[in-house]
């Protein structure tokens, strides 16, 4: 089977779903509402399932060329700077580490001349008989279906389910930021160090410069300051090297500021001809590293079910079927690990459960197959004729 795909959101979701669209032989229409193509100044890390996918999808080389290994998983501190497992040097690393946009140039660079079309503002989506119209931007185009890969605002949702729940608050919120790394004190290879109220993640990332998060409670959504990277370092300034120096050495009006949300899951991502995708199906809490892992995933396992099935709507409910269960169970996994190293009981004890753990059998999760999650393998794409 063959056809030609609506996708709406010119993301990391919505351009791992073309490519692995275009290596089945289907033609793909992106809309973006976003006058230019770009991702925000912020990093992110990998797991083995999320750099199968990318192979999968034919641009696992340069990916690689972009990332940097991260050893976040097996540096982790608390705020005195002592650690509670450490990674050795020479240790392995599953883990590649990335800015966003390096990893979202690497997919932009795949997609084929003409298929983008940006400024494209979803306005309407109409199914009938065959096909899904989409109104974007003042102009129409039909497809044999619409992706929606636009995100945890996602327009397609809000058109196609109507009756979806908004996204909820998790009670928790986080400061993000890149700062040159040139000159700094400290580890700088990666780490995670818990403190009473939440955690700072630091990951290297390409061309000199390190990603970091502050992670931490809070009860009420929307609160925000005039200096966000003061309140950041308000939480942080007496920690270990380098915490506070990488939050000063990041520039004032580039540090992000989000709260932290998950999208309550739709009953299924398919209604008819309309699939949901990344975030617009089950946007969940960063605590385990996999939003976009499991958006690259769902690409690959979409585009699998439309080269074996007999038509679109046999597809799209295989895809779903597939997909809900394992990211359901990674999103409840994450809600329930932030709001471990959130609590002021919590976090205390997962430390101590960490420090007394034998390093050989920390060592040991750490393999590429060390927890289900990374274990993951993609189908296979079958490559398909050439699209038109």
Sequence with gaps: MSGHAIVVGGGIGGLATVLALRRIGWRATVLERAPELGEVGAGMSQAPNALRALAELGVEAEARAVGVPTYSAGNLRTPDGRYLQRALPGDPTPLLAFH???????????????????????????????????????????????????????????????????????????????????????????????GRDGLFLIHPVSRGRAYWALLTRERVSGVRYDDERAAALDRVGGWHDPVPQLVRATPDRAVIRTDIRELPPPASYVRGRVALLGDAAHAMSPDR??????????????????????????????YDAERRPRDRATARGARIDGAMTSSRLGSPALATLVRLMPAALWRKGLEPDGNPTWRWVPPRLPMGPPER
């Design 100 to 194: 966003r946009a390096d990893l979202h140039g690497v997919l932009l660079d795949a997609v084929p001349a003409g298929w983008l079309h940006t400024a494209a503002e979803v306005t309407d989506v109409r199914q009938a008989g065959d096909g899904v119209t989409v109104t974007a931007g003042g102009s129409d185009y039909r497809g044999d279906l619409v992706i929606g890969a636009d995100g945890i605002r996602s327009a397609v949702r809000a058109r196609i389910w109507p009756e979806a729940r908004a996204p909820r608050h998790l009670g928790r919120t986080a400061w993000l930021g890149v700062a040159d790394v040139a000159g700094l004190p400290g580890d700088l290879s990666g780490s995670v160090t818990m």
């Design 289 to 318: 590293g996999q939003g976009a892992g499991h958006t690259l995933e769902d690409a690959v396992v979409l585009a699998h079910a439309l080269s074996a099935e007999p038509g679109v709507e046999h597809a799209l409910a295989r």
